[in-house]
C-alpha cells in the first residue's frame, strides 16, 4: 500500500521444546497494536509457554529495525550508480520462488521492479495463485517470500553489495537515412 512500510516478519523459535514458525507482515507506521500485543496474543492463542513471548518480541523488533535501516526504497537513488545500471526508471530484481505447501511444490523466477509504485507483493501473489490455479492459503507464503527478497535486495544494495539488479538495456536505434 501507498503510506505503509510493510516488513516481513518470519519466526522460527523453540522454547522449553516448543516450537513456532511463523511468518507475518508488520505495517511499521501501525499505531494502533504493538509488536508486545502481539507477541502476547500468539502466545496465547497458540497455547504457547510465556517464556516465548519475550523471544517472539526480540524476533519482531530484530526484523522491524533491520527493516527500517536497510529494506525500504526510501534513498537508494543516492546509492545507485546509474551509470553501471543505465538510467531508465527501472530497477529489476529476479525474484525466485522455491516452496513446497502441503502436496504443492512451486518453483518459478520472474522480474520484479523495485522502483514501480504499483507493484504489490500481495496483489500478484494473488493474480499469480489465480493463474495457476494453486491453493489460495499459498497467497500469503508467496507474496512473503517475495517481501523477504525485495528487504534483501535493498539491504545489499545499501551495503555496496550485489544485489541481483538487472543493468537496464538502451536499444539505440540508426537514423533511417544513416541506415542504408
Known sequence: GGGE????????????????????????KEEGVTPEQVARQLCEDSDLPSAMESKILW??????TEFLNEGR???LDKIIDSNAYGCSGERLHTIRLEM???????????LWDLKAPGNDPELFAKS??????????????IAH???????LARKRIRLGEDSGMMKSVRAKWREQDKAM
Open 59 to 64: 524476533a519482531m523488533n530484530e526484523q522491524i
Open 100 to 110: 513446497r505447501v502441503n502436496d504443492c511444490l512451486l518453483e518459478d523466477r520472474f
Open 145 to 151: 517470500s517475495i517481501r523477504e527478497q525485495l528487504k
Open 73 to 75: 526504497e526510501e534513498g
Open 128 to 141: 499469480y495463485c489465480d493463474d495457476m490455479q494453486l491453493p489460495s492459503d499459498m497467497v500469503s507464503i
Open 5 to 28: 512500510w510493510l516488513a516481513p516478519i518470519r519466526l522460527d523459535l523453540n522454547v522449553d521444546g516448543r516450537v513456532l514458525k511463523d511468518t507475518l507482515v508488520w505495517n511499521c
